[in-house]
C-alpha cells in the first residue's frame, strides 16, 4: 500500500528541470534516565552550508522563523522537566533582517527530559516546526513529526498509514498539470566579480588625488625624478618603480583583515551591522567630517615622514624609491585616512569574502594614486597641463566632509535597524540627506565659510556647476519625503532603510504598491478575464534574496511597469503561518517516504511549489498563461534587473504569439 501511495505521488507531476533541495535528514532516540524520567534526542543533520535557527531568539516575532519543539498529549501523561536544550549559539548578522541571529549547522542535538504522570503510557509524540537557511536561500517552514516509544520492544506504526486516498485527493488538487517544460531550458545565474569594489577603490584614489595633501606632491615628486634623470632608462625605472611600490603599499595594507579572517570567517561579516560596531564607524565618519571641514588635522606622527624621506634621499635605489613611496602615503594621511575609512566602511556592508573584496578596493585605490605620480615622472612636460594649487584644493575637502556626515549616518541606520530604536526611519534619513546637500549647495555658492577657506572673490564656473549638481540632489530627494508612489529612490536602493520602515503607515500586502494576489485561484480568475500572462512568485516573509529582488529589481522602471501592467502576478508565501481551515489540512508523503503535514498556508504553496517545479527554493519565477503552459523558463534570484525584464518581456512576446486569445481556463476545476 505504500509503495501505491508513493507511485501515485510521484505520478502527479513532477518536472526535471530543476532540483529539490532536501538538506537535513532527523532521527531521535530515547534515553531511559530512571522508571519514570526519559530524555528524548532530537537530531538534526545538515548538509554543508545549511542551518537551523534557535528556539530563542534575542527578538521575538521579528527575523527569520524560530525553531520550534511541540510535545503532544501532554496533560495528565507527562510533564516537560526544564525547556528543551539545543546547541549553544552566537549571534551573526543577517541583512535582510537588519538584526542579529542565532543559528546552527551541521549536526544539532535538542534534548527535553520528561516525568510520566501515567504508567500506562508507551509512546509520546512530538513535532519540531524549522525552517531551514543557506547564505543565499530559505526552503519554506517544514514540520517533521516524530513518535518516541518508551518501550524498547514496541513496533512502529507505519507512517503511509496514516495517509488517505483523501489525502492522496487533495495532493492531486494542487497539481497545476504545467506544460511546455521541453520549450524551455533554464539558464544560470552569473555571479557579481569583486570589479565594483575594485572601481570604487580607483574612484576613492582619484578624489584623493584632489586633495590639498596630495595634489601639491605631484610637482615635487616629478621634481626629484627630473633630477635622477627622468629621460634615462634608470630614471625610467624609478618612476615605474614608484608607482608600483605605491600600489604595494596599499595592497599590503589589506593583508591583516585575511589573517582576522583566517582566524574567525565570522569577524568581518560581522564588522557590517554589528550595532557598536556601526555606532563606532558612525562617530569615526563624524570625525573624519570635521577634520575636512578643518577643524582639526588627522594626521600621523610627522616625525615618521621627515625620517623616511631623509633615508630615502641617503639610501637611494629601489630601497630610497620603496621609502619615497611610503612617505607619500604616510604625509597624505591627513587626507587619504578618512576616503580610505569610507572604502573600509563601503566594504565592511558588502557580502561574501569581505577580506578579499577590501584588497580589491585597496589596489584600486592604490592604483589610482600611482597613476599619475608616475606617469608624470615619466613625462614631466606634461606637468604644464595641470592646474594650480590653490584655494579649490580646500573647496574639495570640504564637499569630502560633507560626504563624510552623510555617509556617517548610514551607520547610524544600520543600528537603528537592528534596535528598532525607530530614530532613523525611511523619510527621517532621506530628511537629513536633504539638509547635508542644502548644505552643501550653500557652501559653494560661497554663503558658508570653514577655518581653511581663502576669500572668495567670484564664483568660479566648476564650483557653480558643483553647487547645481548638489540643488539636483535635493530635488531628487525631496519625492523620498512623501508617501507616494516616487518615494522609492532607485539611486538609495540598499543605503536608505527600507520602504516599510517609515514615519507613514505602510500597507506591506504587495511589494512596491504593485497589484498583487495571495490565492492562486483568485489571481488564476483574474487572468483569465483580463487575458493577461501571470506570474507566480513563490516567496517568502523571511526570504533573503525575495526582499532583494523587489527592493532592487522590481522598483527598475521597466520591470515594475511591465510586472504591474502586463502580468497578474500571483505571490504565494510558503512560509505563511496561517492555519488551513481543518478540511482543507491534509498529509503529503514525499518521495522519500517522509510525511509532511499540510497545516498552513505556506505548507500549501510549499508543497505547490515542489509538485509542479520539484523545486523548493525562494525566489523562484513562473510565468504561464491560463492553460499553464509556461511562457518562458522559470528563474532563481536573478539580481541584474536588465536581464530579468528581458525574461518578462520574452514571457510576454510568447504569450501575444501563441496564446492571443487564451480564455481556456476554468479557475473552478
Not at 623616511?308 to 585616512?337: E, N, Q
Request: charged share 20%.
Amino acid at each position: 500500500m505504500k509503495n501505491l501511495i508513493i507511485a501515485c505521488l510521484v505520478l502527479i507531476g513532477f518536472s526535471s528541470n530543476a532540483q529539490v533541495l532536501d538538506p537535513i535528514d532527523w532521527s531521535h532516540e530515547v534515553i531511559k534516565l530512571s522508571d519514570e524520567e526519559y530524555e528524548l534526542v532530537f537530531k538534526a543533520d545538515m548538509e554543508e552550508g545549511w542551518h537551523i535557527y534557535t528556539q530563542y531568539p534575542d527578538i521575538k516575532d521579528d527575523g527569520p522563523i524560530a525553531t520550534e519543539v511541540i510535545f503532544l498529549d501532554v496533560d495528565g501523561n507527562y510533564s516537560l522537566v526544564g525547556k528543551t536544550t539545543e546547541p549553544p549559539t552566537k549571534p551573526v548578522f543577517e541583512e535582510a533582517f537588519q538584526m542579529n541571529v542565532r543559528y546552527f549547522g551541521g549536526l544539532a542535538e535538542f534534548k527535553q527530559k520528561i516525568k510520566l504522570l501515567n504508567n500506562d503510557i508507551t509512546s509520546v509524540k512530538a513535532e519540531v516546526s524549522f525552517q531551514i537557511c543557506d547564505d543565499q536561500r530559505c526552503l519554506a517552514p517544514e514540520t517533521q513529526e516524530f513518535t518516541f516509544y518508551l518501550n524498547a520492544d514496541a513496533n512502529n506504526e507505519s507512517e503511509a498509514g496514516a495517509v488517505t486516498l483523501d489525502d492522496i485527493k487533495k495532493s492531486s488538487a494542487l497539481n497545476l498539470n504545467v506544460k511546455g517544460w521541453d520549450n524551455y531550458e533554464q539558464d544560470e545565474v552569473s555571479k557579481k566579480s569583486n570589479f565594483s569594489i575594485f572601481l570604487l577603490g580607483f574612484l576613492g584614489g582619484l578624489i584623493a588625488l584632489l586633495t590639498p595633501c596630495v595634489f601639491p606632491m605631484i610637482p615635487l615628486t616629478v621634481s626629484f625624478f627630473t633630477k635622477s634623470g627622468a629621460n634615462t632608462q634608470k630614471g625610467m625605472a624609478n618612476s615605474i618603480m614608484y608607482g608600483f611600490f605605491i600600489f604595494l603599499i596599499y595592497v599590503l595594507l589589506s593583508l591583516p583583515f585575511h589573517l582576522i579572517d583566517s582566524l574567525d570567517p565570522e569577524i568581518l561579516n560581522n564588522i557590517s551591522t554589528n550595532v557598536t560596531l556601526n555606532i563606532v564607524f558612525f562617530l569615526v565618519f563624524l570625525f573624519f567630517a570635521f577634520s575636512f571641514f578643518g577643524y582639526y588635522e588627522l594626521t600621523l606622527p610627522s616625525s615618521w615622514g621627515t625620517k623616511l624621506d631623509s633615508k630615502a634621499t641617503k639610501i637611494g635605489g629601489l630601497v630610497g624609491v620603496f621609502l619615497m613611496a611610503l612617505t607619500l602615503a604616510i604625509v597624505s594621511f591627513s587626507c587619504t585616512g578618512p576616503i580610505l575609512g569610507t572604502l573600509l566602511g563601503s566594504t565592511a556592508l558588502a557580502t561574501g569574502d569581505i577580506a578579499t573584496k577590501l584588497t580589491m578596493g585597496m589596489a584600486g585605490f592604490g592604483l589610482a594614486l600611482a597613476l599619475p605620480f608616475t606617469l608624470f615622472a615619466m613625462f614631466p612636460k606634461w606637468l604644464n597641463s595641470l592646474p594650480k594649487s590653490g584655494g579649490w584644493l580646500n573647496t574639495v575637502k570640504v564637499v569630502l566632509g560633507f560626504i563624510e556626515l552623510a555617509l556617517a549616518f548610514k551607520f547610524l541606520s544600520n543600528a537603528d535597524l537592528v534596535e528598532h530604536w525607530g530614530l532613523l526611519k525611511r523619510e527621517v534619513f532621506i530628511g537629513i540627506w536633504v539638509i547635508i546637500s542644502i548644505l552643501t549647495a550653500i557652501y559653494l555658492f560661497g554663503k558658508i565659510k570653514f577655518p581653511h577657506d581663502s576669500p572668495l572673490q567670484k564664483l568660479s564656473f566648476s564650483r557653480i556647476s558643483f553647487g547645481v549638481l548638489f540643488v539636483a540632489i535635493v530635488i531628487y530627494l525631496i519625492p523620498g519625503l512623501t508617501n507616494t508612489e516616487h518615494a522609492n529612490l532607485k539611486l538609495l536602493s540598499g543605503i536608505a532603510p527600507p520602504m516599510f520602515y517609515s514615519v507613514y503607515d505602510k500597507d506591506n500586502n504587495c511589494p512596491l504598491g504593485i497589484e498583487c494576489y495571495k490565492d492562486l485561484d483568485e489571481g488564476l480568475r483574474v487572468a483569465k478575464a483580463k487575458n493577461l500572462p501571470i506570474m507566480l512568485d513563490f516567496t517568502g516573509w523571511a526570504c533573503v534574496n525575495c526582499r532583494k529582488m523587489e527592493e532592487h529589481v522590481w522598483s527598475k522602471g521597466k520591470v515594475f511597469n511591465q510586472l504591474n501592467e502586463d502580468y497578474v502576478l500571483i505571490s504565494l508565501y510558503v512560509d505563511d503561518r496561517r492555519e488551513l481551515a481543518d478540511s482543507e489540512k491534509f498529509k503529503y508523503l514525499k518521495p522519500n517516504g517522509s510525511i509532511k503535514n499540510i497545516r498552513t498556508i505556506g505548507d500549501k504553496w510549499a508543497t505547490l511549489q515542489t509538485l509542479n517545479f520539484n523545486n523548493n527554493s525562494q525566489p523562484y519565477y513562473v510565468l504561464l498563461n491560463n492553460d499553464m503552459e509556461l511562457l518562458n523558463h522559470p528563474i532563481a534570484y536573478t539580481p541584474d534587473a536588465d536581464e530579468y525584464a528581458d525574461w518578462l518581456k520574452v514571457g510576454i512576446e510568447n504569450f501575444e504569439k501563441f496564446f492571443p486569445n487564451n480564455v481556456s481556463f476554468d479557475a473552478g476545476n
